[in-house]
């Protein structure tokens, strides 16, 4: 069920209890009204019938004028008066029944504010001796046919309130949903994949609010498919790079040094070298040496195997020793705990991968004097849960404006091997005053 129909299901309920409560509040006042006019009518007949008993000892023209007056009170709107003198054929003097059926009134209103009945029926002594029956009967017709004008009047009137709050209600909602529909829809377009959609502004700020948050996540989608986007580009071309180098190694060293080999190694077959044997092994052996060589540097390159063999600490001494930073005129001091040998492989390399980067950054651009490396890990818990490894790299060199210097390969490929490893990453730059990078990220230790 969406929300502009539950809006308006509660809108629809509202409204009829509305109408229901003012039924029955007009209801209750109409039936009020009806039985306090014929109470007050009920009430002015029994003070005249008490007059007329008090000239019970006054002459007959007396009393022909109070019954004149009282006979007046018949032609009340509220009453229905009978006079009747007692005689063996009416002993008891009851009136006629009265009906409550009212013209143009619906009976269901008529019953449901119909006040109990309400009669008077006493006997007077005439001053000439003879008795005579007055019976009084509340007529609440009239009082009932004002009444349900009245109730129309004001049903109708509340009637039209409700359909007024209704209309004006619903128009406000529709008008309210329709920047909804269409955040709705750029939602959509967003799951789609299309970052480049923006969601107009709305007069509401509520939702010009939401507009700018889901335009600036859209904004940060594309720029991060765009950065996706070169980061594989460059990645391709780094594979196809290193490809290239290892053809060109094996060409040109392996290739080269092999034939050589094979040369030497076919003459001493053929005893065609004589006295220069000797020399031709040492050759063989000077080949041998460099292949060594160069097979162990493409390996390093490759992956570097002391990490598999020493762990990580041992990896890392062995790149800051080998590394030519001595020679560019750069210091650095790293401080590693050994501990840090204990983390997965997979943190490992990447940790590896990560000061080998920053190296990388520090001897082409920073022209750097000192380099400044720690890793540690955080927390106490000897199981690894719940433990951080810290990761910080300062130098002292130039610097950079990050804001006018956007971040290279090194500087991507960094943040997403901290991002694929639930990680935080910074970056400190001024210029002039060197760069400082910390990571931190969650661990797990390798299974003893």
């Known amino acids: 069920m969406s929300l502009r129909y539950r809006l308006n299901l509660m809108l629809v309920v509202t409204v009829l209890i509305m109408l229901v409560a003012g039924s029955l509040l007009v209801g209750f006042n109409a039936r009020r009204s009806v039985a306090t006019e014929i109470e007050s009518s009920v009430l002015l007949a029994?003070?005249?019938?008490?007059?007329?008993?008090?000239?019970?000892?006054?002459?007959?023209?007396?009393?022909?004028?109070?019954?004149?007056?009282?006979?007046?009170?018949?032609?009340?709107?509220?009453?229905?008066?009978?006079v009747a003198s007692l005689s063996p054929s009416n002993e008891t003097g009851d009136g006629e029944a009265l009906s409550l059926s009212v013209p143009e009134v619906p009976d269901w209103f008529t019953e449901s504010v119909r006040p109990e009945t309400l009669t008077i029926r006493q006997t007077i002594s005439r001053p000439n001796g003879t008795t005579m029956l007055?019976?009084?009967?509340?007529?609440?017709?009239?009082?009932?046919?004002?009444?349900?004008?009245?109730?129309?009047?004001?049903?109708?009137?509340?009637?039209?309130?409700?359909?007024?709050i209704f209309v004006v209600v619903t128009v406000t909602v529709e008008r309210a949903f329709k920047p909804v529909s269409r955040i709705i829809i750029g939602l959509d377009r967003l799951e789609n994949g299309h970052f480049q959609e923006r969601i107009p502004p709305f007069s509401s700020p509520e939702f010009s609010r939401i507009a700018n948050?889901?335009?600036?996540?859209?904004?940060?989608?594309?720029?991060?498919?765009?950065?996706?986007?070169?980061?594989?580009?460059?990645?391709?071309?780094?594979?196809?790079?290193?490809?290239?180098?290892?053809?060109?190694?094996?060409?040109?060293?392996?290739?080269?040094?092999?034939?050589?080999?094979?040369?030497?190694?076919?003459?001493?077959?053929?005893g065609k070298l004589g006295e220069q044997s000797l020399p031709a092994l040492g050759s063989i052996i000077e080949t041998c040496d460099h292949l060594f060589f160069v097979l162990r540097n493409m390996m390093r390159q490759l992956h570097p195997l002391i990490l598999d063999e020493l762990g990580l600490k041992a990896a890392l001494d062995d790149m800051v020793e080998s590394w030519p930073l001595g020679q560019a005129g750069i210091r650095v001091n790293h401080d590693a705990d050994p501990a840090i040998d204990s983390i997965s492989r997979k943190h490992r390399i990447h940790v590896f991968r990560i000061?080998?980067?920053?190296?990388?950054?520090?001897?082409?651009?920073?022209?750097?004097?000192?380099v400044?490396?720690?890793?540690?890990?955080?927390?106490?818990?000897?199981?690894?849960?719940?433990?951080?490894?810290?990761?910080?790299?300062r130098d002292d060199g130039v610097g950079f404006d990050p804001r006018a210097i956007p971040a290279g390969f090194g500087l991507r490929g960094i943040r997403e091997r901290v991002e694929g490893l639930s990680g935080e990453f910074s970056i400190r730059a001024v210029c002039g005053d060197g760069v400082t990078i910390r990571i931190e990220f969650p661990f797990h230790r390798d299974a003893a």
């Open 46 to 82: 029994s003070s005249l019938i008490e007059s007329g008993m008090a000239l019970e000892d006054a002459s007959e023209d007396s009393f022909l004028r109070w019954l004149d007056k009282f006979l007046a009170v018949s032609e009340s709107r509220h009453l229905k008066v009978t």
């Open 372 to 393: 400044d490396i720690y890793i540690g890990l955080t927390g106490e818990d000897p199981a690894g849960c719940g433990q951080k490894l810290e990761l910080e790299i």
């Open 355 to 370: 000061v080998q980067e920053c190296l990388t950054n520090i001897l082409k651009h920073a022209d750097a004097t000192l």
């Open 134 to 164: 007055l019976f009084v009967e509340a007529d609440p017709r009239d009082e009932i046919a004002e009444a349900w004008g009245e109730a129309v009047d004001v049903f109708g009137l509340i009637a039209a309130m409700a359909v007024i």
């Open 213 to 270: 948050a889901i335009n600036h996540t859209a904004g940060v989608l594309e720029k991060s498919r765009r950065d996706n986007q070169v980061l594989r580009q460059h990645s391709l071309e780094v594979r196809e790079e290193e490809r290239r180098f290892l053809a060109h190694e094996l060409h040109d060293e392996f290739g080269q040094s092999l034939s050589a080999v094979k040369v030497v190694a076919v003459s001493l077959k053929n």
